[in-house]
């Protein structure tokens, strides 16, 4: 406790801390600001915002405090059960020394005691085991009963709130994403184990059901929410080889052919593991396969896209590897070619985020079109002069809001001072290495034309505005491309929007 107390540091010692985590970006204005340590802790999320400008440290920064916070409890709460069971029950914690047993013991037991311990040099007294066991046994217990007191549900996303606020019974997409929090969450509380006892998945599923009883069908869903938890620790299990623990129950309990049931086996493939760095796209026949299989589908006219979502959820540990070693875009297109279709791209943006990035781009469209075309900045604009000259000739509606929708994504880098080239290519040549989009006819209805370019090549064709703009900022994440500087503003306001992260 005496090493975590951060309320007394000094802004000195924040700073170092910050070092530490690889935050050092924030130092100077957190030295600007004088934040101490007890400033630290008293930071909330608007706080956290003014000091902080990217949002990947301000995520970082809170997890930070909260995770002190989590720990320092933990630990009040842990020294105050050991000093109360300390009391109840000193020989589980202090155990019988030599002197105790010799003074409370009869002439012939000491003896023997003195006896045994002379002839017995370097094994240990099975008392000492019985009472290493009796306190394991103490701290497991305790730790479990901390766990189920401490459990909550977690915060659900926004629209995951709106369906359990409705009480609506969610469909299958929904309801995998209700798994996947708890998952998440499971394992946060767990430290990052991911092996769940039977107790711990029946008290989150009974905290889901409690706090939400239209979710238990016909009084059957414990069983399906149970289930559904199982599986998907042991699909998060699956692809994973580098975790002791998972290596180990894998070859333990001969997850895969010719594994045997060994714990000496499990330690030496363990070590060729830990040995080796084999590229992630050579892992086996079996992701050949899925690589080899995806690569024919695409070149059909009709597809099985259940076929494709399921290969291309089995294979995103080997896109991701592929991407985070900077491996060239084509060679990650040419075994991936789904990547070029923009339900593709949105889902694999939506598998890293648990975002739905095309509806987020419509209300985005939608909410701001009428703002940001009655600004001064873009009355004299070349686009908004030729939209209020097409509005002329069309009467319908959805005519008009679409050619609407269309300008405002256009002219939203001109909105922040940006360079609208690095944007998009109105009837012009793509000429930006950065994704791009290629833009022709934008308000004729009956020929305009949106493309998605990357590195000055054609990556997909698009339907319209809306998609457009979804498929520019889903392959900056998707393909860990660094944002442009002349292009940041715009970007910025749409990820703090599509991520919900302020109100901007």
Same mark, same amino acid.
């Given at each position: 406790?005496?090493?975590?107390?951060?309320?007394?540091?000094?802004?000195?010692?924040?700073?170092?801390?910050?070092?530490?985590?690889?935050?050092?970006?924030?130092?100077?204005?957190?030295?600007?600001?004088?934040?101490?340590?007890?400033?630290?802790?008293?930071?909330?999320?608007?706080?956290?915002? #003014?000091?902080?400008?990217?949002?990947?440290?301000?995520?970082?920064?809170?997890?930070?405090?909260?995770?002190?916070?989590?720990?320092?409890?933990? *630990?009040?709460?842990?020294?105050?059960?050991?000093?109360?069971?300390?009391?109840?029950?000193?020989?589980?914690?202090?155990?019988?020394?030599?002197?105790?047993?010799?003074?409370?013991?009869?002439?012939?037991?000491?003896?023997?005691?003195?006896?045994?311990?002379?002839?017995?040099?370097? *094994?240990?007294?099975?008392?000492?085991?019985? #009472?290493?066991?009796?306190?394991?046994?103490?701290?497991?217990?305790?730790? !479990?009963?901390?766990?189920?007191?401490?459990?909550?549900?977690?915060?659900?996303?926004?629209?995951?709130?709106?369906?359990?606020?409705?009480?609506?019974?969610?469909?299958?997409?929904?309801?995998?994403?209700?798994?996947?929090?708890?998952?998440?969450? !499971?394992?946060?509380?767990?430290?990052?184990?991911?092996?769940?006892?039977?107790?711990?998945?029946?008290?989150?599923?009974?905290?889901?059901?409690?706090?939400?009883?239209?979710?238990?069908?016909?009084?059957?869903?414990?069983?399906?929410?149970?289930?559904?938890?199982?599986?998907?620790?042991?699909?998060?299990?699956?692809?994973?080889?580098?975790?002791?623990?998972?290596?180990?129950?894998?070859?333990?309990?001969?997850?895969?052919?010719?594994?045997?049931?060994?714990?000496?086996?499990?330690?030496?493939?363990?070590?060729?593991?830990?040995?080796?760095?084999?590229?992630?796209?050579?892992?086996?026949?079996?992701?050949?396969?899925?690589?080899?299989?995806?690569?024919?589908?695409?070149?059909?006219?009709?597809?099985?896209?259940?076929?494709?979502?399921?290969?291309?959820?089995?294979?995103?540990?080997?896109?991701?590897?592929?991407?985070?070693?900077?491996?060239?875009?084509?060679?990650?297109?040419?075994?991936?070619?789904?990547?070029?279709?923009?339900?593709?791209?949105?889902?694999?943006?939506?598998?890293?985020?648990?975002?739905?990035?095309?509806?987020?781009?419509?209300?985005?469209?939608?909410?701001?079109?009428?703002?940001?075309?009655?600004?001064?900045?873009?009355?004299?604009?070349?686009?908004?002069?030729?939209?209020?000259?097409?509005?002329?000739?069309?009467?319908?509606?959805?005519?008009?809001?679409?050619?609407?929708?269309?300008?405002?994504?256009?002219?939203?880098?001109?909105?922040?001072?940006?360079?609208?080239?690095?944007?998009?290519?109105?009837?012009?040549?793509?000429?930006?290495?950065?994704?791009?989009?290629?833009?022709?006819?934008?308000?004729?209805?009956?020929?305009?034309?949106?493309?998605?370019?990357?590195?000055?090549?054609? *990556?997909? #064709?698009?339907?319209?505005?809306?998609?457009?703009?979804?498929?520019?900022?889903?392959?900056?994440?998707?393909?860990?491309?660094?944002?442009?500087?002349?292009?940041?503003?715009?970007?910025?306001?749409?990820?703090?929007?599509?991520?919900?992260?302020?109100?901007?």
């Amino acid at each position: 406790l005496q090493q975590l107390k951060m309320e007394s540091w000094s802004v000195e010692q924040v700073c170092n801390w910050l070092k530490q985590r690889n935050l050092g970006e924030l130092v100077p204005k957190f030295r600007e600001e004088e934040v101490s340590g007890a400033a630290l802790l008293a930071l909330n999320d608007r706080m956290v915002q #003014q000091l902080v400008k990217k949002i990947g440290h301000q995520a970082v920064l809170m997890d930070l405090i909260k995770k002190y916070h989590q720990q320092k409890s933990g *630990l009040e709460s842990l020294t105050y059960c050991c000093e109360a069971a300390s009391q109840n029950f000193p020989e589980v914690f202090s155990g019988s020394t030599d002197r105790q047993m010799l003074n409370s013991s009869s002439p012939v037991e000491q003896k023997k005691y003195l006896c045994s311990a002379e002839n017995e040099k370097g *094994l240990i007294d099975h008392r000492v085991l019985k #009472q290493k066991k009796n306190l394991k046994s103490f701290f497991a217990r305790h730790t !479990m009963l901390q766990w189920t007191s401490s459990y909550a549900l977690p915060d659900f996303p926004y629209d995951v709130k709106c369906i359990l606020a409705e009480k609506k019974c969610p469909d299958h997409s929904m309801r995998i994403r209700i798994i996947e929090f708890l998952q998440a969450d !499971m394992t946060k509380y767990l430290e990052g184990s991911l092996y769940p006892n039977s107790q711990q998945y029946n008290i989150v599923v009974n905290a889901l059901l409690q706090a939400h009883p239209f979710l238990d069908e016909d009084g059957n869903g414990f069983l399906l929410w149970k289930r559904a938890l199982k599986d998907r620790f042991k699909y998060i299990r699956r692809p994973i080889e580098d975790d002791e623990q998972v290596l180990r129950n894998k070859c333990k309990f001969g997850h895969r052919r010719g594994q045997r049931r060994k714990s000496s086996f499990a330690e030496n493939k363990l070590a060729d593991v830990q040995g080796q760095e084999e590229p992630a796209h050579l892992k086996g026949s079996a992701m050949d396969l899925h690589i080899k299989w995806l690569n024919q589908e695409y070149m059909k006219t009709q597809r099985n896209w259940e076929e494709v979502d399921n290969r291309m959820n089995v294979t995103i540990e080997i896109r991701r590897k592929m991407i985070s070693d900077k491996a060239p875009l084509k060679d990650i297109l040419r075994l991936f070619p789904f990547l070029r279709c923009p339900y593709q791209l949105f889902r694999e943006f939506q598998l890293l985020t648990h975002m739905d990035i095309y509806k987020k781009t419509v209300e985005i469209l939608e909410i701001y079109s009428e703002n940001i075309l009655s600004l001064y900045v873009v009355r004299n604009n070349p686009i908004n002069i030729m939209l209020q000259e097409n509005l002329k000739q069309h009467t319908e509606e959805d005519v008009l809001k679409y050619m609407k929708m269309t300008a405002t994504c256009l002219l939203l880098p001109e909105v922040f001072g940006d360079d609208s080239s690095l944007f998009a290519a109105v009837n012009e040549e793509v000429k930006a290495v950065t994704p791009v989009l290629e833009v022709k006819n934008p308000f004729n209805v009956n020929s305009c034309e949106f493309a998605l370019y990357i590195e000055r090549e054609e *990556l997909a #064709q698009l339907d319209d505005c809306t998609m457009a703009l979804a498929a520019l900022v889903a392959a900056f994440h998707v393909f860990d491309i660094p944002c442009p500087k002349r292009i940041h503003r715009t970007l910025n306001f749409l990820e703090s929007l599509i991520f919900e992260v302020r109100n901007p």
